[in-house]
């Protein structure tokens, strides 16, 4: 288990969070890349949101996954993530790019728990202050 700001996140919500990530890569449009990668937050509101990669041939006009479930869940209603899960069809797993980061620190905080894992054996687990240290913020 995992405490955050109160609640807590059990080994359930981290289970479903895996489920929807996975089916939510099944979903990739990614035929640039073929690297089909799943995303799913659990929101502030207790509603898990899913997303998935979208490319375009205008490289900079693609979507990561992250950021797909987090614009998802934030047009859902939230107002915050709570954690974030992220699958890669990879034997190790990956992390979030750079832009997505900066867009978990928006929505989230340092608390933040961030689980990838992927097809092999290994699950990484961070916080957003490992992974960005020094965000972007104007407060």
């Known amino acids: 288990m995992h405490s955050m700001d109160g609640a807590t996140i059990t080994g359930e919500h981290w289970r479903q969070l895996a489920d929807a990530a996975r089916v939510a890569s099944a979903h990739a449009y990614c035929r640039y890349s073929a690297f089909r990668v799943g995303a799913a937050v659990l929101s502030s509101t207790g509603a ?10 205008s490289f900079g006009l693609t979507i990561c996954a992250e950021r797909n479930a987090i614009f998802r869940a934030i047009a859902d209603g939230a107002d915050r993530i709570a954690a974030l899960v992220l699958y890669t069809p990879t034997p190790a797993p990956a992390t979030p790019c750079g832009a997505c980061r900066q867009v978990l620190a928006e929505f989230g905080n340092d608390l933040l728990p961030i689980r990838c ?15 960005l240290p020094h965000r972007f913020a104007l407060e």
């Open 48 to 57: 898990i949101a899913r997303g998935c990669n979208v490319e375009n041939a």
């Open 117 to 131: 894992f992927c097809d092999g054996p290994d699950v990484a687990m961070f916080t957003l202050g490992s992974l």
